[in-house]
């Protein structure tokens, strides 16, 4: 009700009824009135003088007399399986045993003195008899009963609170040691990851050392055969010649499927001989008029050919060995151990290197680079080398049979860099997208899966390390992760330039 200051409140008239107006007193003028009541009606009552620790009543013991507790402190206890659990304490109330004396029942609680007391003991017939002597007797009694159950009340409502308080607070330190746990389980996966890269890098590190040296001796090899080769043909009647098609073919760029079909149609055309056009074509010809003339001349076609063939496979060679010295590069970068310093690097050097790395997972994958102007950045490059490996193995294992992976890099400003990794795979559920930079998540099913069980936590470590950042963006058909990462990078006092 809203109050009127033109109209203030009447103040509440006293109460007739005796019962209300002995509820306005306090409870140790009740228990003066209710005592005296008592001994008008039966006489002096004796007083009992008890030491702290003395049973009133005991749970589940008969109770055959109630006690009026005048001075002193009672606590309210039952017994459980943990021990005596305290219920009621300043809450008891002067009137002790009145509930189970009434109902001729086993007592409920075990009363117990805190301290030392003076109490009047009343038996169930004592106090009958005086309630038919003096029936006044039964409204002091029902204020003590009252002013007891209220104090009750509103303990257990406090108790109520305290409870639901209490499990509020126990739920929020389960969840912080759920936490707990759960950072700590991320700590051990990490740490055995991290054992496990190691290990690796070592492994890859000796396999690059061990292949350098026969890779080198290949390299100088291919160059001596191809010079020793020269000086025979320049011997043979039609050396120069034949010396020509080798070198034309070494050097040459190989062609491309769709670009010698070209070719030999042309000289099919031309020459109305598929399988000499076809010859033609392995021997490098591809000028309409000098195919004519090797087709007048089998003798030099034939030089011309083997020829031809030694300086298409000479190529292939220097090409393998290149291929393979460039995967020694990557190795050694790749295998650099955690705690390497700053390095000043090129940041496609470091996905290209990864992708040859990959080339063998990567051979039925069409690659789209879409590389824009970086400057080099200060980083971890084995570090990085592990962030670029998790992401793009990452996205394999959600590629279709078609599968597409585009890799987009670029400078948002000054002081950073942006490499963006999007695959056309199936998605990641909106449920579970929350969750995936979680330690050890994975759904084999659908979504995650990562090739070296480093997980995105750890991508994310990778990242949070070099004070960059990662999203994650996901939809069926498109799957696109940024990675943004600062110009300066982290700081070390060692640095190198690779």
Same mark, same amino acid.
């Given at each position: ?36 009541? =008592? ?18 009543? !005991? ?6 007399? $109630? ?39 086993? *007592? ?19 106090? %009958?008899?005086?309630?038919? =002597? ?69 492994? *890859?590190?000796?396999?690059?050392? %061990? ?15 191809? !010079? ?22 070494? /050097? ?52 011309? !050919? ?33 705690? !390497?310093?700053?390095?000043?690097? %090129? ?16 051979? /039925? ?26 992401? $793009? ?12 992976? /585009? ?50 936590? =750890? ?40």
């Amino acid at each position: 009700m809203i109050s009127d200051p033109f109209h203030p409140p009447r103040p509440l008239a006293s109460p007739a009824s005796d019962l209300l107006r002995l509820l306005e007193r306090d409870a140790q003028s009740i228990t003066a009135q209710f005592l005296a009541g =008592i001994e008008r009606a039966l006489g002096p009552c004796p007083r009992l003088q008890l030491p702290a620790g003395t049973r009133l009543i !005991e749970e589940g013991v008969e109770v055959k007399a $109630l006690f009026l507790v005048l001075r002193g402190r009672i606590a309210l206890e039952q017994a459980t399986a943990d021990g005596d659990l305290q219920l009621h304490h300043s809450s008891t109330g002067s009137l002790v045993g009145l509930l189970s004396l009434f109902q001729q029942q086993e *007592a409920f609680f075990t009363a117990r003195a805190t301290t030392e007391i003076e109490a009047v003991q009343i038996s169930f017939a004592q106090l %009958d008899q005086a309630l038919v =002597i003096d029936p006044s007797l039964g409204t002091a009694l029902a204020a003590l009963s009252s002013r007891a159950l209220a104090r009750r009340l509103r303990r257990a409502d406090q108790l109520q609170v305290e409870k639901i308080q209490l499990n509020r607070s126990l739920e929020q330190e389960r969840q912080r040691l759920a936490e707990a746990l759960h950072q700590l389980e991320a700590a051990r996966v990490e740490l055995v990851e991290q054992a496990r890269f190691a290990t690796l890098g070592e492994l *890859a590190a000796g396999i690059a050392h %061990d292949l350098n040296n026969p890779v080198t001796a290949m390299m100088r090899a291919v160059s001596f055969i191809g !010079e020793d080769l020269e000086r025979l043909l320049r011997s043979h009647p039609r050396g120069p010649v034949a010396g020509a098609a080798l070198t034309a073919e070494r /050097e040459r760029p190989p062609r491309s499927t769709s670009e010698e079909r070209a070719v030999r149609r042309v000289l099919e055309g031309v020459l109305e001989d598929s399988a000499l056009a076809q010859r033609l074509v392995r021997a490098g010809i591809e000028d309409p008029e000098r195919a004519r003339e090797l087709a007048r001349d089998p003798e030099s076609l034939d030089l011309i !050919e083997s020829a031809a063939g030694l300086g298409t496979s000479l190529r292939n060679i220097e090409v393998a060995a290149r291929r393979m010295c460039e995967l020694v590069e990557s190795l050694r970068a790749y295998s650099r151990p955690k705690g !390497e310093p700053v390095a000043d690097v %090129d940041l496609h050097v470091g996905l290209e290197d990864t992708l040859r790395l990959m080339g063998h997972r990567l051979r /039925e994958v069409q690659i789209e680079r879409h590389y824009g102007h970086l400057p080099r950045i200060r980083c971890h490059p084995g570090e990085l080398g592990q962030l670029w490996t998790n992401l $793009l193995s990452n996205a394999l294992e959600a590629l279709p049979v078609e599968g597409r992976i /585009e890799l987009t890099t670029d400078a948002p400003d000054a002081q950073h860099v942006r490499v963006c990794i999007q695959d056309n795979g199936r998605g990641i559920d909106p449920a579970i997208l929350p969750r995936v930079f979680e330690p050890r998540f994975t759904t084999k099913a659908g979504s995650i899966r990562y090739g070296l069980g480093l997980g995105l936590a =750890i991508a994310r470590r990778i990242i949070d390390s070099h004070g960059g950042t990662i999203g994650l963006v996901s939809a069926p058909g498109r799957t696109r992760v940024t990675v943004t990462l600062p110009v300066n990078g982290p700081l070390a006092d060692e640095e190198f330039t690779i």
